[in-house]
């Protein structure tokens, strides 16, 4: 079974609007992981939140995590145009100490000036 | 965080050649990991690069197709063989920064085209 199932695949919003996207997965994780990638360049990382944490925050990126739905979600306030990329979530699937990430299939968001 | 280069940065190949990635990381680390991403798609692992000792492969990958190779804690290479259009991707190393954030990062990327 796959892990990391995101939604919407795609999003395209106005500049200045929330964007939100969804990840769920299918087994017990350590930590999810969201990430950043524009043009099919590099991954940037943007916020880890562990299996025990509910919520964090990192300037305008709002994570969440529901354990018993399985569920995670990317909140991005007051997008602009620099905020254009996919974005990724990946877990890891075994315990603590050897972390192999596995992605979802990811969301691309396109802001509009 | 760690610092990661790739070289090359992107290549275009002939079929049936073989070309080889390297990675190098700023710091020690002690986990390195190989990630390939197909056209329009997500990141799929290939092999987890361990020091000292042969790497791990995901199924569905093998040695003989990817053989890598790393030689100490800030340094690894991964070679595609006998490449076919198939193995047109981006390849991405990446590490763990072990204890204090347990977070992975990335590498840039190395864009290889096989015609």
């Known amino acids: 079974s796959q892990q990391g199932e995101e939604d919407p695949q795609a999003l395209s919003i106005q500049e200045g609007e929330n964007a939100t996207m969804n990840c769920s997965y299918k087994?017990?994780?350590?930590?999810l992981q969201w990430y950043r990638q524009n043009s099919g360049r590099g991954l940037v990382h943007l916020i880890l939140i562990r299996s025990n944490e509910r919520e964090k925050h990192s300037g305008r990126l709002r994570v969440t995590l529901d354990t018993s739905k399985k569920s995670s979600s990317l909140l991005i306030t007051a997008s602009r145009a620099a905020d254009t990329a996919s974005y990724f979530c990946?877990?890891?699937?075994?315990?603590?100490?050897?972390?192999?990430?596995?992605f979802g299939q990811g969301t691309r968001l396109t802001i509009n000036p | 965080s760690a610092v990661i280069s790739q070289k090359p940065s992107r290549d275009i190949c002939q079929r049936g050649t073989s070309l080889t990635i390297q990675c190098q990381v700023d710091?020690?680390?002690?986990?390195m990991f190989w990630y390939r991403q197909q056209p329009g798609q997500s990141l799929t692992l290939i092999a987890t690069?361990?020091?000292?000792?042969?790497?791990?492969?995901e199924s569905g990958f093998v040695i003989d197709k990817f053989p890598i190779s790393r030689p100490n804690l800030t340094f690894s290479t991964l070679t595609v063989s006998n490449m076919s259009p198939e193995d047109s991707s981006i390849y991405l190393c990446?590490?763990?920064?072990?204890?204090?954030?347990?977070?992975?990062?990335f590498g840039p990327g190395t864009r290889l085209t096989v015609l």
């Open positions: 690069a361990n020091q000292g000792s042969e790497a791990t492969y």
């Open positions: 087994t017990s994780i350590n930590n």
């Open positions: 990946a877990t890891d699937k075994l315990p603590p100490g050897a972390q192999k990430l596995v």
């Open positions: 990446s590490v763990e920064e072990k204890g204090r954030t347990d977070t992975q990062y």
């Open positions: 710091s020690q680390v002690t986990m």
